[in-house]
């Protein structure tokens, strides 16, 4: 054999032995035992390396707890999904306390964003309100401490707590992105879960019924409001979905429901998860109601479950901005150390097959309200359309 031969031959191995090393290092629990161990080994020794240079020369002292604690959020962020968390044992006692206590807010719906929280809608006479907070902001510190990166749940965890007392945030908007600093005084925020009233054009009445969460009960929070405006003469609804940010699948079926009278809503699926479908479940107001849906950049979810459904099924036109675009589902999973793992297991898709993810879903009728002003310019554009739906009738 050639001296040029054995060049190539030597070449060629080294390329497959290199490939194959890639390949194997992406899948160790492919490797033989002892190749396995010796990963696993190299790793933990690297891992010990990392651990004693940071101990040793970081500028200021480090605990064990938190590097331990750090290391398992940096498993699950380099998934790179922002909706896929770790959350630490105390973060989950903070959660957790939030929920059961008598604590209060400051009067924002919010939605995880990596800047922090990305707010949806500012309640009129709120803490919130009257600090000029405004819906696009983002808060991205409580108290002095970051909350880029924290989960939704235990950030808005943070800003609670009992009426009276006060909370630092900082906020930032989209045109300057330097956040500012605001003191409020938190409080009881009441906000009913559906408002419906009777708004007149020409000699028309039309019912605008806004849907502010998805929480247990929803559904008939909104069938009460429905059945009211319906009785009060109203030739067609106008369903306000604008700054809701979701909340139960269940809820977004139930609530598809009192316009769609049966077949698909929604289905999901995912890696581990085979298809599952949901139908309407019947009762649903008169489907020759004629129906518009308003939304915006806040309408997330659930909302958007909603949305689609009543557009692909063909009960309905919607009005207003692009939805938010949240087209994946989280499960929460308790962990033996206290902490709880949240993580994203699937999508869901509308009737038409398709996933709203990252694009949203696009109304047909474009309609935008102005932040800066206290008119409501979108609303007019949606009962325009009612009207012109109620003509044909």
Same mark, same amino acid.
Request: charged share 25%; net charge neutral; with cysteine.
């Given at each position: 054999?050639?001296?040029?031969?054995?060049?190539?031959?030597?070449?060629?191995?080294?390329?497959?032995?290199?490939?194959?090393?890639?390949?194997?290092?992406?899948?160790?629990?492919?490797?033989?035992?002892?190749?396995?161990?010796?990963?696993?080994?190299?790793?933990?020794?690297?891992?010990?390396?990392?651990?004693?240079?940071?101990?040793?020369?970081?500028?200021?002292?480090?605990?064990?707890?938190?590097?331990?604690?750090?290391?398992?959020?940096?498993?699950?962020?380099?998934?790179?999904?922002?909706?896929?968390?770790?959350?630490?044992?105390?973060?989950?006692?903070?959660?957790?306390?939030?929920?059961?206590?008598?604590?209060?807010?400051?009067?924002?719906?919010?939605?995880?964003?990596?800047?922090?929280?990305?707010?949806?809608?500012?309640?009129?006479?709120?803490?919130?309100?009257?600090?000029?907070?405004?819906?696009?902001?983002?808060?991205?510190?409580?108290?002095?401490?970051?909350?880029?990166?924290?989960?939704?749940?235990?950030?808005?965890?943070?800003?609670?707590?009992?009426?009276?007392?006060?909370?630092?945030?900082?906020?930032?908007?989209?045109?300057?992105?330097?956040?500012?600093?605001?003191?409020?005084?938190?409080?009881?925020?009441?906000?009913?879960?559906?408002?419906?009233?009777?708004?007149?054009?020409?000699?028309?009445?039309?019912?605008?019924?806004?849907?502010?969460?998805?929480?247990? !009960?929803?559904? /008939?929070? $909104?069938?009460? *409001?429905?059945?009211? @405006?319906?009785? #009060?003469?109203? %030739?067609?609804?106008?369903?306000?979905?604008? !700054?809701?940010? /979701?909340? $139960?699948?269940? *809820?977004?079926?139930? @609530?598809?429901? #009192?316009?769609? %009278?049966?077949?698909?809503?929604?289905?999901?699926?995912?890696?581990?998860?085979?298809?599952?479908?949901?139908?309407?479940?019947?009762?649903?107001?008169?489907?020759?109601?004629?129906?518009?849906?308003?939304?915006?950049?806040?309408?997330?979810?659930?909302?958007?479950?909603?949305?689609?459904?009543?557009?692909?099924?063909?009960?309905?036109?919607?009005?207003?901005?692009?939805?938010?675009?949240?087209?994946?589902?989280?499960?929460?999973?308790?962990?033996?150390?206290?902490?709880?793992?949240?993580?994203?297991?699937?999508?869901?898709?509308?009737?038409?097959?398709?996933?709203?993810?990252?694009?949203?879903?696009?109304?047909?009728?474009?309609?935008?309200?102005?932040?800066?002003?206290?008119?409501?310019?979108?609303?007019?554009?949606?009962?325009?359309?009612?009207?012109?739906?109620?003509?044909?009738?």
């Amino acid at each position: 054999m050639s001296a040029f031969v054995k060049t190539l031959v030597a070449l060629v191995c080294a390329l497959a032995l290199f490939a194959l090393g890639v390949f194997m290092g992406g899948h160790p629990e492919t490797l033989p035992g002892p190749a396995r161990a010796t990963l696993v080994e190299d790793d933990r020794a690297t891992r010990a390396e990392i651990v004693k240079s940071l101990k040793k020369d970081f500028y200021r002292p480090i605990k064990q707890s938190d590097i331990d604690q750090s290391s398992l959020k940096g498993i699950v962020d380099g998934l790179g999904d922002e909706f896929s968390h770790y959350i630490t044992p105390n973060e989950t006692k903070q959660f957790e306390e939030a929920l059961q206590g008598e604590f209060e807010g400051v009067g924002l719906s919010v939605d995880e964003d990596r800047r922090g929280l990305r707010v949806l809608r500012v309640f009129d006479g709120s803490p919130a309100k009257r600090a000029g907070i405004e819906q696009g902001e983002f808060v991205t510190a409580v108290n002095g401490k970051s909350i880029a990166g924290v989960p939704s749940e235990v950030a808005t965890a943070r800003i609670k707590g009992p009426a009276g007392t006060k909370v630092r945030l900082a906020v930032a908007d989209l045109r300057s992105g330097t956040p500012r600093t605001l003191n409020l005084t938190r409080a009881k925020i009441e906000t009913p879960v559906a408002e419906g009233r009777i708004e007149r054009r020409g000699g028309d009445a039309f019912g605008v019924v806004a849907l502010n969460t998805f929480g247990e !009960g929803s559904h /008939g929070a $909104l069938r009460k *409001e429905l059945d009211e @405006v319906l009785e #009060q003469g109203a %030739e067609g609804i106008v369903l306000d979905l604008r !700054g809701n940010g /979701g909340g $139960l699948l269940s *809820e977004a079926v139930l @609530v598809s429901s #009192q316009f769609i %009278e049966d077949g698909l809503v929604v289905f999901t699926k995912g890696r581990a998860r085979q298809r599952r479908d949901f139908d309407a479940e019947g009762d649903a107001i008169d489907a020759k109601v004629p129906l518009v849906v308003l939304v915006d950049g806040g309408s997330a979810s659930a909302s958007e479950i909603v949305t689609g459904a009543i557009r692909d099924r063909g009960r309905g036109t919607v009005v207003g901005t692009r939805t938010f675009g949240k087209g994946v589902f989280q499960e929460v999973k308790n962990l033996s150390n206290g902490g709880k793992l949240s993580i994203t297991v699937g999508e869901y898709f509308l009737p038409s097959g398709e996933n709203i993810g990252k694009k949203g879903v696009a109304p047909s009728v474009k309609a935008r309200d102005n932040p800066d002003t206290t008119k409501d310019e979108a609303l007019p554009a949606a009962l325009r359309t009612l009207a012109s739906k109620a003509a044909r009738r």
